[in-house]
């Protein structure tokens, strides 16, 4: 049976570490094997600092696995989506790798990011260290409750991840779509409580939806729904805050790449129920997108052996 990576699926922590980085060019056959022992790495700092209740994931991006895994590919990794006809900008870029690493303290994080980079030396480039953090009950920087329909308990494996009956070679793998988002924090402040709460499409205390008679069809909640309860997408957002820029880092993991498609095609406005975009891009600039399948702890070892 297929092993997880046991971060996709993690519940929250109050800190995330995420590196973007680039393989050098003829690498693959060393990275094969480093990339299969980073979920050992994982687990013996997460046994050393139980505490802090690390955990991590090694994500490929759609661009280079066929460079690094040429004899099997996940049927529905693609590169991220163009949606050239959108009046948002999704700012999509190639990276090779995504590690995130997250847990309950700072330093943890930082710990494990220098022995992620210290494995991967001289067989890497970092094209960039995104940090996240927890803000007060689970909310992001409006100040709302972050994607308060997510998936809970068992239902975060079953929408997240592959099946073995769907595809047995990737069997527990996820795709993932991320996204880097620049947050407005000026413009928001200046709306009223109402006018916030309609864009969201939930009420700011308690994320309880609002009535139909008020909810708007392009307001955030209902944007991103575009299946029923959005149980078809496991969420792993966390907020960033930098002096000049704070915002949200997203991830969205699923099963299937076509549900991360069409929930974004949805937001933007593209799709054939759409009325338009997500109100709550008005606030947000998308900085950078990129997709990436996470693979098996199974699938990493046994490739790294061939």
């Not at 480093?34 to 991006?61: M, N, T, Y």
């Not at 909310?139 to 239902?155: H, S």
Request: aromatic content about 8%; some cysteine.
């Amino acid at each position: 049976m297929a092993r997880e990576q046991l971060g996709i699926c993690a519940e929250a922590n109050l800190h995330g570490s995420y590196l973007l980085l680039n393989a050098l060019e003829g690498h693959e056959r060393i990275l094969r094997s480093k990339l299969a022992r980073l979920p050992q790495l994982f687990d013996r700092l997460a046994e050393h600092f139980s505490e802090a209740l690390l955990s991590g994931v090694v994500a490929i991006g759609s661009n280079y696995w066929d460079l690094l895994y040429p004899d099997a590919r996940p049927a529905e990794l693609n590169a991220f989506a163009d949606f050239s006809a959108a009046d948002i900008e999704l700012a999509a870029v190639p990276v090779d790798f995504l590690i995130q690493i997250r847990s309950d303290r700072l330093d943890v994080n930082i710990i494990t990011c220098q022995q992620v980079l210290q494995m991967l030396q001289g067989h890497v480039e970092v094209q960039e260290l995104l940090q996240g953090f927890r803000y007060l009950d689970g909310r992001n920087l409006t100040g709302f409750i972050d994607v308060p329909w997510n998936p809970k308990a068992r239902r975060r494996r079953q929408v997240s991840l592959i099946d073995a009956k769907a595809q047995p070679v990737f069997a527990a793998g996820s795709y993932l779509y991320l996204q880097q988002l620049v947050f407005d924090h000026a413009s928001w402040s200046q709306l009223t409580l109402t006018e916030q709460e309609d864009i969201m499409g939930f009420d700011k205390v308690h994320a309880k939806p609002l009535h139909s008679s008020r909810i708007l069809p392009d307001s955030h909640r209902l944007m991103m729904q575009p299946i029923v309860d959005g149980a078809d997408i496991l969420m792993q957002n966390m907020p960033s805050y930098q002096l000049k820029q704070q915002g949200l880092i997203q991830l969205a993991y699923a099963a299937s790449a076509q549900a991360l498609y069409s929930q974004l095609s949805h937001r933007v406005g593209l799709s054939s129920g759409s009325v338009g975009h997500d109100l709550l891009l008005n606030y947000h600039r998308i900085e950078l997108s990129a997709a990436f399948f996470a693979p098996s702890i199974s699938f990493l070892e046994l490739a790294a052996k061939a």
